[in-house]
């Protein structure tokens, strides 16, 4: 019984309880009083250490074991918790987290052996107690030999409270192969790995050994609450398995299920334009169910990626805690809006966005205690991260209450470089770009947390090719607010087909306010610039046959027109026709040099056509 397969499960559920592990810390550390958090903590190390001896990890056992005499000094008040007691326990956890990985990666070794004397010192432990180590694979009580083999139906259960059931349960097979021959195992092996497996199952075995000895050979695993040995019984009729929930899948999988929805997305859209052109009736019937069968699948596969923000925002109070010790500054950290969903293909790679933004935040934006108090503030600062769901796309807003940004400041620098716009203002968008410029920053030194100019522009990288905008809001002396706003899902989206210079061309949904028609009698100007007055509101426009033909031939003066809206921003996208409304699935492409930035990517029309998708917040 191999239980390798379980290490990418401990890792996953150790993770899991690292989280809260980090989590119970940073709260018990601003109330030391408080007992819940150290009760939680103590429950998470004391599951973690339990996993580890499930899987014969003894190195990682014993470093779960030494945290926990430390732990338990402070719950029962023998120590009493100080800052040098909460960085030792936050170191602890950062071994425990590396500890986990190597173990899995078949590298259990026992760890930093001057952490362990520190926690055992810190515990007041004169001779550290060993966790105990779990019965070795190869031990079984001697065998006794009866007359025949007889087959055995055994029936049992796993503790309720067990961590990784399925482990245990691989392992009471693994002792009683080394008995005998082991079959009709129900639930199967592979149901053992299921998040509702409830640790109760059967299997028969094939044996010489009295039951004495195959009781204590199978409660030697530890964790077993109930086992029953039977008389003989016809194989598969011990238990029965119980109806699945839930269960993990690998993201892997879900990928390449999208990847293929996307297929039967453009499948379907071929059959729907080829259909309508044979007006043939039962091709048209089956084409519409057809298509609402692969709009359901497609539906489901995108909510099934959908994870919670949640999952990333949990890494950042322990981010601003070691940024704020570090620093030398009081710095609060507040979460809002974790419950809001994206797909993990864009969770995953929005973090290092959020990361940037908040170390930028840390170290430029709040001030020290003292120039806080000397501005009227108070000494600790305040960095805000939420989010909220607006439309078809998700807002992430980085905000801090600390000194704001220097709009003159950055205007000199930036004319100093050589970058600097014709302005003598910088609006928040002219801010922004002058922000992102690569190894663009003020800080006269290098820091180990900034300084080097390339946190704003990795985060509008990230968020650019995420199909996403990067903006700024700030005011000198109150504070300063990044704003990320991030489509839903990347894999297939809905958009609006329009045509200009005799070509189609995709703008996704998601960006898209309203359509109205261009009138030249509705022209204005907007700083210089041709603007369109929609329902007295004056919104700058922007040619799409300017942009991608070569040269301009006779139009009619009145033309579709898309109001493309970010935020509070608008621009008016005037185009030669609206085709109309598909789903489409985003092709991944190299992007050939010279492409223009306002081209986001490219999609396979229904017709078997390629056409370009635009890039809305480029346009803005």
């Known amino acids: 019984m191999d239980l390798s397969k379980y290490a990418a499960l401990f890792v996953t559920e150790s993770r899991e309880h690292l989280k809260a592990c980090n989590s119970s810390l940073l709260e018990w550390e601003k109330e030391p009083a408080a007992v819940e958090p150290v009760d939680r903590l103590f429950r998470s190390i004391h599951t973690i250490k339990g996993m580890a001896a499930t899987m014969g990890y003894t190195g990682l056992a014993q470093l779960a074991h030494r945290i926990e005499n430390l732990l338990d000094g402070l719950r029962q008040s023998r120590l009493q918790a100080d800052p040098s007691i909460f960085q030792l326990l936050f170191r602890a956890v950062d071994t425990l987290g590396k500890s986990v990985d190597a173990a899995a990666a078949g590298a259990d070794e026992l760890p930093d052996a001057p952490l362990l004397a520190e926690l055992d010192s810190a515990a007041g432990t004169d001779a550290p107690a060993v966790a105990p180590a779990p019965v070795p694979a190869t ?189 030398g500054k009081q710095i609060r950290f507040d979460m809002e809006g974790e419950e809001i969903e994206l797909d993990r293909s864009i969770l995953d790679d929005i973090g290092e966005p959020l990361v940037h933004l908040i170390r930028n935040a840390a170290d430029h934006g709040i001030e020290g205690p003292a120039d806080r108090v000397a501005a009227g503030k108070s000494a600790e600062g305040r960095i805000l991260i939420s989010a909220a769901r607006e439309r078809n796309t998700v807002a992430i807003r980085v905000a801090d209450d600390g000194r704001g940004i220097d709009r003159e400041k950055i205007l000199a620098k930036a004319r100093q470089e050589g970058a600097a716009p014709e302005t003598d203002a910088l609006s928040d968008d002219l801010l922004i770009r002058v922000l992102a410029r690569p190894g663009f920053s003020t800080a006269r030194q290098v820091s180990g947390v900034s300084g080097r100019g390339v946190g704003v522009d990795v985060a509008m990288t990230r968020v650019r090719a995420l199909g996403g905008t990067l903006e700024v809001r700030t005011e000198l002396g109150k504070g300063t607010t990044f704003l990320i706003r991030v489509p839903l899902t990347l894999a297939i989206v809905r958009a609006l087909l329009t045509e200009a210079g005799g070509e189609r061309y995709a703008v996704p949904l998601a960006y898209v306010a309203e359509t109205v028609e261009f009138d030249r009698a509705s022209v204005t100007a907007l700083r210089d610039r041709e603007a369109l007055v929609v329902r007295d509101r004056v919104i700058p426009t922007v040619h799409l046959r300017d942009l991608v033909a070569s040269r301009s031939s006779s139009v009619s003066t009145r033309r579709p027109t898309v109001i493309l809206e970010l935020g509070e921003r608008r621009t008016a996208l005037v185009v030669d026709a609206l085709v109309g409304q598909q789903d489409i699935v985003v092709e991944p492409f190299d992007a050939p040099r010279g492409l223009p930035p306002f081209v986001g990517g490219a999609t396979i029309l229904a017709d078997g056509a390629p056409a370009l998708i635009l890039d809305a917040a480029a346009l803005l």
Not at 177 to 191: D, H, Q, T
Not at 260 to 285: C, D, F, T, W, Y
């Open 139 to 327: 031990a079984t009580p001697t065998r006794r030999v009866t007359d025949a083999p007889r087959f055995r139906p055994i029936q049992v259960g796993i503790r309720p409270g067990a961590v990784m059931k399925g482990a245990r349960a691989a392992l009471v097979l693994r002792r009683a192969e080394r008995l005998g021959s082991v079959s009709a195992v129900r639930p199967p092996v592979a149901e053992f790995e299921r998040d509702d497996f409830d640790g109760r199952f059967s299997f028969r075995l094939q044996t010489r050994s009295p039951e004495a000895d195959i009781v204590t050979a199978l409660r030697s695993v530890g964790e077993v609450d109930t086992l029953e040995i039977l008389e003989s019984a016809a194989p598969g009729s011990e238990v029965r398995p119980e109806a699945i929930r839930q269960i993990r899948v690998d993201l892997r999988r879900l990928d390449l299920l999208m990847k293929q929805v996307g297929e039967l997305v453009v499948a379907k859209n071929r059959l729907g334009a080829l259909a309508s052109e044979s007006r043939n009736p039962v091709l048209m019937e089956v084409s519409e169910r057809i298509g609402r069968l692969v709009s359901a699948m497609q539906g489901e596969v995108i909510a099934s990626r959908m994870t919670p923000v949640g999952d990333v925002f949990e890494r950042f109070p322990r981010l601003v805690r070691d940024l704020s010790r570090d620093l």
